[in-house]
């Protein structure tokens, strides 16, 4: 009962924007950015763990444009896209030329 409650709640979390977007982010047509997915945070203590990427909700399993999300841990991701996988940790960007 109290995982439901919590993915109830992190589904109505209102997220604020990324202070470290750039002002001209644009996403693409199925809300995925153009150039990149920056990992805001995850959500990992409710019966389904949550990654928030590029501001919007995905649940384990979840389709984000070529990418699969396949795994959730406390601060990173695992997206895959048939055999090629890409780990993200919060703040990390897909985009190299993004990476601090």
């Known amino acids: 009962m109290s995982a439901l409650f919590g993915l109830l709640l992190a589904a109505q979390i209102q997220i604020t924007p990324n202070p470290t ?3 001209d982010y ?3 047509a199925s809300g995925v950015p153009l ?3 920056v990992l805001d945070s995850t959500l990992t203590g409710g019966q389904v763990p949550v990654a928030i990427l590029n501001g919007r909700l995905y649940p384990l399993g979840s389709q984000i444009g070529p990418y699969r999300l396949i795994a959730v841990g406390a601060g990173w991701v695992i997206l895959g896209e048939g055999s090629k996988r890409l ?3 919060i703040g990390g960007s897909t985009n190299p030329s ?3």
Do not use: N, Q, T
């Open 87 to 89: 780990r993200l940790v």
């Open 26 to 28: 644009r996403a693409g």
């Open 98 to 100: 993004e990476e601090k």
């Open 21 to 23: 977007r750039p002002d």
């Open 35 to 37: 150039a990149s997915l």
